[in-house]
């Protein structure tokens, strides 16, 4: 447990950081995709499109399956599937819960900030049974913009009172870097989410973990 963690709040981003849930994201995707009667791809490559939010993904599922039908058009159907496998398989990253527990009683308080769609945010905490951690919970949708933004943020630090300099983003992709640095927060990556191509370690973050309880060995 930390003596003295140094940020009063720490903004967490979801998938890949907290949850890997790339199998159930990669189980709508391939809904979607057999659907409009395309071949499903592997988790792998959907791993890859993680990170912009639900529109970009099945935009570059469309892109790679050379289906040039407008995106908008096939949302609410993916939107179905997403919530369809949501819960098939979800899996908190070892050590989650412990540390969540060990900031908790050190007095940190913790929202997710994520770009998964907003209504699917807490059902899925509520089903890892980490829900009751989080003060705040921020979707994409809710605002009008989201991750690489930096409104996503500032809108937490401000409904916690506290300055954003002063709330830790940790976070696995480059969303969650820019966000950061545009809203001047500080940053920690962790280094076994989705991180696609982006340079974790040049991008000006306090530090990258390998694991998630690295966290609280952060002074
Ligand atoms: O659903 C996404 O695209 C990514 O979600 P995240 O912001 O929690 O990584
Ligand atoms: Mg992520």
Known sequence: MPRAFP???VLFDLDGTLVDSASDIAAAVNRLLTELGHHAV???TVRSWIGDGAREL????????????DVGAVMPRFMVHYGDCLLLDPRLYPGVETTLEALRTAGVRMAVC??????YVSPLLEALGIDGFFDAVLGAGVLPERKPHPLPLLHLAREFGVDIGRCLMVGDSATDAGAAIAAGAPLVLVAYGYRRDFD????????VIDRFDQLLDLR
């Not at 469309?62 to 289906?67: E, F, K, P, Q, S």
């Not at 994520?114 to 209504?119: E, I, V």
């Not at 974790?200 to 530090?207: E, Q, R």
């Open 7 to 9: 940020w009063p709040v």
């Open 42 to 44: 592997d988790e792998a």
């Open 58 to 69: 099945v935009t570059q599922a469309l892109r790679h399956a050379g289906d040039t039908r």
């Open 114 to 119: 994520t770009n998964k769609p907003a209504q």
């Open 200 to 207: 974790l370690y040049g991008c000006g973050a306090l530090a």
